[in-house]
């Protein structure tokens, strides 16, 4: 067997390995797994019809028709990872358009030239759709993606117009199974095959590696940061000296809650006291659960009056909900504690001390009250709003 008989089968069996290996990691959950799945199967058996023909000019149709699905398919897989539109209508007008020239080539004219122009440009093309995501694309690891769909786009567009351009007219399909072309075509499709799945399987990695560490930093039933996820965040405004507002969130008489009404019923004021958070805060704010009924937020560049006042909003807020839903008939108040961090101070730690002494100075102060941390001193907003 020579070389080029041992690239006929190392490229499909390639293929085939990492077929198998996205099949799996669909079996296992990923549901965008099967369009590569899909393409390198495909690319597999493109590949095998190469092998020694019973009909030329069917097997070079069939093959080519393979190949021009897969590499669809790859765009199409390089498109959903970024969430963009598939384009699916106008990749298969493409698909189509490109597939009807090669039956053209092989049928009509009997021309490798022709066929080879075909297929290489269309396969092109429909891999360049996966480019149109490259704005998207953010971590190393899918901008090596992008960089080896546009390599190999640009192989299959230079292939198209050397081979294509370069083969005499009068070659027959049939010799194309013992040309270079077909020899360039499998070394070509290994070493791609080998970089994409490689790139395509680290881009799953990446995924599941940042799904782990997303759920270690949350907190499962409020979905807000929990004090890991909230040191993690907080790690880059210490590290730039940022002051900010902290708050401390606790809700009153929580216990009573759960004896009275449940534990189901509290978790719903969790989450529903989560859901008042997130919404009276800007988006900048870093939001965490610390454990039981209470709850830490920074607001950076926010001064110790904005904290006071954004932890009387939520106070009002919390003190004005609708909680019947949740199946209590009553009202649930929240008290909190306001501190602001001085760009002096290298932790969260100290203005979350001030933060909280605030906190159980409001709960001794008759609940449902907001009181400030300031110069050391404790000051408490008027309740009148609540």
Not at 6 to 16: D, G, K, M, Y
Not at 226 to 242: M, P
Not at 356 to 370: P, S, T
């Amino acid at each position: 067997m020579d070389t080029q008989d041992n690239f006929a089968i190392l490229a499909p069996l390639i293929q085939l390995s990492f077929a198998a290996v996205f099949y799996w990691l669909q079996r296992t959950g990923i549901d965008s797994a099967w369009r590569w799945g899909l393409a390198y199967g495909l690319s597999a058996l493109a590949a095998l019809l190469y092998l020694p023909p019973f009909d030329p000019a069917i097997q070079t149709v069939l093959s080519d028709a393979c190949y021009l699905v897969a590499y669809s398919m790859f765009g199409e897989a390089i498109l959903a990872r970024h969430n963009q539109s598939l384009r699916r209508v106008i990749r298969t007008i493409v698909l189509l358009a490109f597939l009807g020239l090669d039956l053209i080539a092989v049928m009509v004219f009997d021309s490798l030239a022709l066929s080879v122009l075909a297929i290489d440009m269309g396969v092109g093309v429909l891999l360049a759709f996966g480019l149109l995501a490259w704005r998207h694309m953010r971590s190393s690891v899918d901008i090596t993606l992008g960089l080896c769909a546009l390599l190999s786009v640009a192989v299959n567009l230079l292939s198209a117009i050397t081979y294509g351009l370069v083969f005499p007219a009068q070659v027959e399909v049939a010799q194309l199974f013992g040309s270079e072309y077909a020899y360039l075509m499998q070394l070509t499709g290994s070493v791609f095959g080998i970089w994409f799945g490689l790139s395509a399987l680290a881009t799953y990695s990446l995924d599941v590696m940042a799904k782990y560490r997303e759920a270690a930093d949350r907190d499962p039933l409020s979905g807000l940061l929990n004090r890991r996820g909230f040191d993690a965040a907080t790690k880059s405004l210490i590290e730039k000296r940022q002051r900010g507002a902290l708050l401390t969130v606790d809700i009153d008489h929580f216990k009573q809650i759960n004896d009275r009404y449940g534990h189901d019923a509290g978790d719903l004021v969790l989450v529903g006291l989560a859901d008042i958070l997130r919404s009276t805060l800007p988006d900048k704010a870093i939001i965490a659960r610390f454990g039981g009924e209470e709850f830490v937020v920074v607001v950076p560049q926010a001064s110790l009056s904005e904290g006071g006042a954004l932890a009387h909003a939520i106070r009002v807020t919390c003190a004005g909900h609708d909680w019947r839903p949740a199946g209590i008939d009553r009202q649930v108040t929240v008290c909190l504690g306001v501190s602001e961090a001085g760009l002096d101070e290298e932790t969260w730690r100290p203005a979350f001390n001030r933060a909280d002494a605030a906190l159980y100075a409001a709960k001794e102060a008759g609940r449902n009250q907001v009181m400030f941390a300031r110069n050391d001193r404790l000051q408490s907003i008027s309740r009148s709003a609540a």
